[in-house]
C-alpha cells in the first residue's frame, strides 16, 4: 500500500479528532472521506501531511512511518478549498513554486508548467495574474501547482467547496479523468456526496473520528452500513422495524423486504423510489411490488409538500395515524398536488435491511 494508517490517533482537549484509525490508499488509487463537520476527516488529512501530530498510531508512506518526518519531506501534495494562491506571483510563478522549492532549474520548470497548464485546461496562461482569474479558473491553477513536484499521494481538501454546482459537476468529471490519465493516488475530504461518489474509486464515511463504513461508491450507496450512514446519504425513510422471513413490520405497516435478509429486531431503509404511489386508494402496486400490509393493502397519505427535480418529482407524504412523513418520488407526469390523498405501496427490491 502507499499509504496506510495504523491505529491514527488524534487527541483535542481530552476528546478524540481521530480515533484509532485504520485505512490504507493502494497506489493509482482514488479515496474520498466523506462525514459532517466534526467528523474528523480533515483531521485526517492534515495527519497524513504532517500538518497535525498523531498522538498515538502510525502514518506510514511506501511502508515508512513517517512520525518524525516533517511535511516539506513527505512528498504528497495539497490542495485546498480556498487554493491559496500567491497574489504576488503570476499564474506560472504559482505553478512553479514546489519546483523553485526543490531546485529546479528555470527551462525545466518553464517546460513543467506549460505542461502542466495545458494538462487543466489553461494553455497559455502563465501571464495572467491571479486575481484576473474566476473560481473555476483559480482552482485549476492550484491543482496545477500541487502536481508540479509530482507528488506520490495528492491530497484536496473541500477541492470544489467554494465553486457553483453547475462548475462542480462538470470539474469533477475532469478531475477524474485527469487523475486517470496521470495515474495519480488521491485521498480527498469533502461532505458532498455527489462529488465523492462521482469522483472515487473507494469511498470512506466518517462518524466522531472513526470509520462508519468503506466501500466503492455502489457498495455504499446500495447497502449503507447502518441508520447514521443512510442518513447522512441523505436518505429520510429509515425506521426500526421487525423483520419475520420476507416482511417487516414498520411503522408504515408491514413491507416486503428482500429473501435472505436479516431477522429480528432491526433498521430498515425504504428507498424514495421502492416507495409506490397512486392516485386515493388504489393499489399501485405493479408485478412483482410489494404492498404497504405485505398482504395486498395499502397505507394512504396526504401529499404534504413536493419539489421538482427535473424530470421526476420528489413527495413528502404524511401517513394517516402517526407514522413518520415518508420521502417519495415519481415521474412528473404523474406526480400528484400537495393536499391530495394517495395510496402508497412498497417494493421489496428497494428496501434495505440494515444492521
Known sequence: MLLSLEGATVRFGGGAALDAVDLAVAEHEIVCVLGPSGSGKSTLLRAVAGLQPTDAGRVLLDGRDQARVPAHRRGVGL????????????????????????????????????????????????????????????QRVALA???????????????????????????????????GRLGTTVLAVTHDQGEAFALADRVVVMRDGRIAQSGTP???????????????????????????????????????????????????????????????????AGEGTGTGDGSGGVLRCLVAGRTFQGAQVSLRLRPEGRAPELEAVCPLRDAPAPGDTVGVSFDAGEIVVLD
Open 79 to 138: 490542495m485546498f478549498q480556498d487554493h491559496q494562491l500567491f497574489p504576488q506571483r503570476d499564474v506560472a510563478g504559482n505553478v512553479a513554486f514546489g519546483l523553485r522549492m526543490r531546485g529546479v532549474g528555470r527551462g525545466e520548470q518553464a517546460e513543467r508548467v506549460a505542461e502542466l497548464l495545458e494538462l487543466v485546461g489553461l494553455p497559455g496562461a502563465g501571464r495572467r495574474a491571479v486575481g484576473t482569474l474566476s473560481g473555476g479558473e483559480q
Open 145 to 179: 501547482r500541487a502536481l508540479a513536484p509530482s507528488p506520490r499521494l495528492l491530497m484536496l481538501d473541500e477541492p470544489l467547496g467554494q465553486l457553483d454546482r453547475t462548475l462542480r459537476e462538470r470539474l469533477v468529471v475532469e478531475l477524474r479523468d485527469l487523475f
Open 218 to 284: 455502489l457498495e455504499v450507496w446500495q447497502r449503507p452500513a447502518d441508520a447514521f450512514v443512510a442518513r447522512f446519504l441523505g436518505f429520510e425513510n429509515v425506521a426500526r422495524a421487525t423483520v419475520t422471513g420476507t416482511v417487516a413490520d414498520t411503522p408504515w405497516g408491514r413491507a416486503p423486504v428482500p429473501e435472505g435478509s436479516a431477522q429480528g429486531e432491526r433498521t430498515v431503509l425504504v428507498r424514495p423510489s421502492g416507495v409506490r404511489v397512486a392516485s386515493g386508494d388504489a393499489s399501485g
